[in-house]
């Protein structure tokens, strides 16, 4: 079956633009997290989706936000953006919770 | 939040020495999982560990789980370049009603042939 799918790959914005990234879970998951990946801070939790309803937030400022459609697919939207905010994006999907989480390739966001 | 601490941070190994990474909580564990990432790729699920004392092995791989579920190791048997990457352990932290999966900071492997 086919993995987990996050659009773009590669992204380039520039301060105090917004940027939207895609995520579309392994058909039959119903739960999306999205993480932040940072030399520095490692894997960072962002939020988690189930069913549409966001489930838990991790410690990110209000510029992060995230969505989730009926089809499980998920977006998750930055304002603002700061230079501190390049890092790769890692969506991950999973059948629900305490079992593994398959990941995306990510997308790579460049703020300059 | 949920702590967890994992080293080293780096080992560099020559080819067919043995690797271990370790993970550390202060509090007593649901489960633990172990992914490995590829330079320039995503995550991968490796393994997950439930029970007190769990032992499981694939392959050239040892997993460990603490007696008190307060600790993980993931040993490598005569690494290969094929190991190269970083190895997280994650675990899994129930609160109300949500659950979170946290990420230790990652041993990055150098394997020298």
């Known amino acids: 079956k086919a993995g987990v799918t996050q659009t773009p790959r590669y992204l380039i914005k520039t301060r105090g633009q917004q940027v939207t990234l895609s995520c579309s879970p392994i058909?039959?998951?119903?739960?999306v997290s999205w993480y932040q990946q940072t030399p520095g801070q490692g894997l960072q939790f962002l939020f988690e989706?189930?069913?549409?309803?966001?489930?838990n937030k991790g410690n990110f400022p209000g510029r992060f936000s995230g969505r989730q459609f009926s089809n499980s697919r998920s977006e998750m939207n930055v304002s603002t953006l700061e230079l501190g905010d390049s890092a790769l994006y890692l969506c991950?999907?999973?059948f629900g919770q305490g079992v593994e989480a398959f990941f995306g390739q990510g997308t790579r966001l460049t703020v300059v | 939040g949920q702590q967890v601490m994992q080293i080293p941070q780096y080992q560099h190994v020559q080819e067919g020495e043995d690797f271990t990474t370790y993970c550390n909580s202060s509090?007593?564990?649901?489960?633990i999982q172990w992914y490995k990432q590829r330079p320039g790729g995503h995550p991968v699920f490796l393994i997950q560990?439930?029970?007190s004392g769990e032992v499981k092995k694939q392959k050239r791989l040892t997993f460990q789980f603490g007696e008190a579920k307060k600790n993980s190791s993931l040993h490598i048997t005569a690494t290969q370049t094929t190991d190269v990457g970083t190895y997280f352990c994650?675990?899994?932290?129930w609160g109300a009603g949500s659950y979170q999966l946290t990420f230790g900071k990652g041993t990055k492997l150098s394997v020298i042939p």
């Open positions: 991950a999907s999973s």
């Open positions: 058909s039959g998951h119903r739960s």
């Open positions: 989706y189930f069913s549409e309803t966001q489930r």
């Open positions: 509090t007593t564990l649901s489960n």
């Open positions: 560990l439930v029970k």
């Open positions: 994650a675990v899994g932290v």
